[in-house]
Each structure stands twice: as structure tokens, then as C-alpha cells.
């Protein structure tokens, strides 16, 4: 049986994210919670955010996959009674420090910043430098979804049972979900029918859809095939790599025209690189080229 493949040692201080590289240049993350199904709480957040920024600083790697710790989850979303306990407290807006009840005013402004804590947790895998492919595995529900719509690339394994859960516990989902699922999926009908039924999806159902681009047996398959997307792609030019994401996200959020704009200014500086050269030329000799870290 061969053996799991250490975290990497830059990584090692996290709790509930452990950080190892299956392939050169490639980073396995997977939320480290099985025991709570990898549910989040405040503490996970932070690390999720803290962890995908760490990534996007490191020369040394180029693309990422992501996945749940163990068989049974991705992740099962909020740990519901952390957020309880967090929200009842003065941590969540529901009191002050001091334990007296606050004004309506006062209780939206401490909970307005405790949601753009999570959201800005959430979406530093959005920001982040690298190309990111998702795993959804087993139990996919509520934050998984706000998750994966940050990914690059989202692949399921066949039991992924996903939904966008939040109806169901008396809120409209507030970490991304709502913003990015339309852009990622073409039809609203179908956007609308999972986010206000909170019905579950199959990963087939998920595929049919546009919203994953592979669907594979198992976990175990589905996060091979994840690594070998990561492996062709940090083979390639990482300022091509990492150029591709920018302007493609960039085009998601702005007009034909500012986008065209905005590559026009981004290409001056990049296609300077002693990348293109290389490329060229080892798609000449037919041989494959190697590129200086970025």
C-alpha cells in the first residue's frame, strides 16, 4: 500500500488544512476535519483563507488541488453548533463584549463583519495566484458549494451528494454561492431550482449542468485525475498559467472592451518573458521545456 505524502514542511503549523505535494510544484489541500466532516467553523475559516494566501506566495508551487479529509465528506458545511454558540455571543453580533443586548444598528454592523470575514476567507482561493481544481466527494453540501465556485476547475467523484442548503436552515446562502453560481452555470432555471429548493444534486446531475467537467468513480479517482490536471498544468509556463486565470476572471466580472484593455497592458509586461522562447522552441525540438519559478 503506498504511503500518504508528507505535508510539506512550510505548511506544517496548520490544524485543520494539511498541505502535501503529490507531484513537483503541485499542492494537495485538504480541509482536515473528518471527524466533523469537515465542517467549518471560525478557527477553519481563518486557516482556509490564511492557507490559500500562503499558497499564493509560493514560487515553488504552481497549481493546487483541493479535497475533504476522509471518505464520507468535501465538507459538510457550518459547523452549525459552533456558529450557534459564535452568534449567541458577542462574536457574531448577537451581544457586546460586556454581555449587554445590543440595538439593531449595532448587531447588524457586528455581524456584517463577521460575514466579511468568512466571505474574504472563502474567497482568498478565488485570488489565489495558482490554478486551483476542486475535488467534491461523498457529503458536498452548503459551504461546499460556496467553495468549489471559487475553484478553477471542479471534478466529483460519482457519491458526491451536493445542495445549496441554506433555505433550509432560514437563510439565503451569504459566502458566494448566489454571486458566482449564475456566472459558472448557463441556465438560471437551473440555478434557481437548486439554491431556493435546497433539493440535493448528483454530481451526474452536477456534470449535465456545466457546473463540474469531470465525474469520476470514487474519491480516490476523482483526486487522481485532479492531480493530473495540476501536474499538466505546472509543467506549463506558470506567467501563462497564472496570466490565464487573471484575465479569465477579470473578463468574468468586466466588459469585452475593459477586458481586451486590461490584456493589452498585462501582455506588454509579460510576453517579455523568457517563457515564450522556451515555449517556442520546445514545441520546435518537440521537446518539453522547463520554466524558471514565478
Not at 489565489?128 to 461546499?144: D, Q
Not at 486565470?245 to 486590461?262: I, P
Amino acid at each position: 500500500m503506498a504511503q500518504s505524502p508528507a505535508t510539506l514542511a512550510a505548511y506544517s503549523s496548520y490544524e485543520f488544512m494539511r498541505v502535501t505535494s503529490p507531484a513537483p510544484h503541485v499542492a494537495h489541500v485538504e480541509i482536515n476535519r473528518a471527524p466533523k466532516l469537515n465542517a467549518f467553523s471560525q478557527a477553519v475559516w481563518l486557516e482556509f483563507g490564511r492557507v490559500f494566501r500562503q499558497i499564493s506566495l509560493d514560487a515553488d508551487l504552481r497549481a493546487v488541488v483541493l479535497s475533504g479529509a476522509g471518505d464520507r465528506a468535501f465538507t459538510a458545511g457550518l459547523d452549525l453548533g459552533a456558529a450557534s454558540a459564535s452568534l449567541g455571543g458577542g462574536g457574531g453580533g448577537g451581544g457586546g463584549d460586556g454581555g449587554e443586548v445590543l440595538d439593531p444598528a449595532r448587531k447588524a454592523k457586528a455581524l456584517r463583519a463577521h460575514i466579511e470575514e468568512f466571505q474574504g476567507c472563502i474567497s482568498e482561493m478565488e485570488r489565489c495566484e495558482k490554478p486551483v481544481i476542486c475535488v467534491l466527494h461523498g457529503i458536498s453540501l452548503g459551504l461546499a458549494i460556496d467553495i468549489s465556485c471559487c475553484a478553477d476547475i471542479r471534478i466529483a467523484a460519482s457519491n458526491a451528494r451536493m445542495a445549496v442548503k441554506e433555505v433550509d436552515i432560514g437563510l439565503a446562502a451569504d459566502i458566494g454561492t448566489l454571486a458566482r453560481l449564475p456566472k459558472i452555470v448557463g441556465s438560471t432555471s437551473w440555478v434557481k431550482d437548486v439554491c431556493l429548493t435546497a433539493r440535493d444534486f448528483s454530481a451526474h446531475e452536477a456534470l449535465q449542468a456545466g457546473f463540474v467537467s469531470h465525474v469520476l468513480q470514487d474519491k480516490a479517482g476523482a483526486v487522481q485525475k485532479a492531480v493530473e490536471i495540476a501536474v499538466l498544468l505546472a509543467e506549463k509556463s506558470p506567467v501563462a498559467v497564472q496570466g490565464t486565470k487573471e484575465l479569465l476572471n477579470y473578463g468574468r466580472e468586466n466588459s469585452t472592451a475593459a477586458t481586451l484593455r486590461y490584456t493589452s497592458v498585462w501582455n506588454s509586461v509579460a510576453l517579455q518573458t523568457a517563457d515564450v522562447p522556451a515555449a517556442l522552441q520546445g514545441t520546435m525540438a518537440k521537446k518539453r521545456p522547463s520554466f524558471a519559478k514565478l
